[in-house]
């Protein structure tokens, strides 16, 4: 009966830990996504900022 018991704990904190890493994999997938869109996005926005230097030289040049 302990050993029962004592086998039952462990199956039950083998299968609590598989869990846990499976939600971490997970996370980090979905983490690693984000990032990718992150980087998605600060690229475009450097494109908006040199886009508007060189629109803003321009527009600087004309008037003086």
Do not use: C, H, P
Request: proline share 0%; glycine share 4%; no cysteine.
């Amino acid at each position: 009966a302990e050993q029962t018991s004592g086998s039952r704990q462990i199956t039950a904190a083998i299968t609590e830990i598989s869990n846990g890493a499976q939600m971490n994999s997970q996370s980090a997938q979905e983490l690693a996504a984000e990032a990718e869109n992150l980087k998605g996005i600060s690229l475009k926005l450097s494109d908006m900022v040199k886009i508007f230097k060189v629109w803003f030289i321009d527009i600087y040049l004309v008037v003086t």
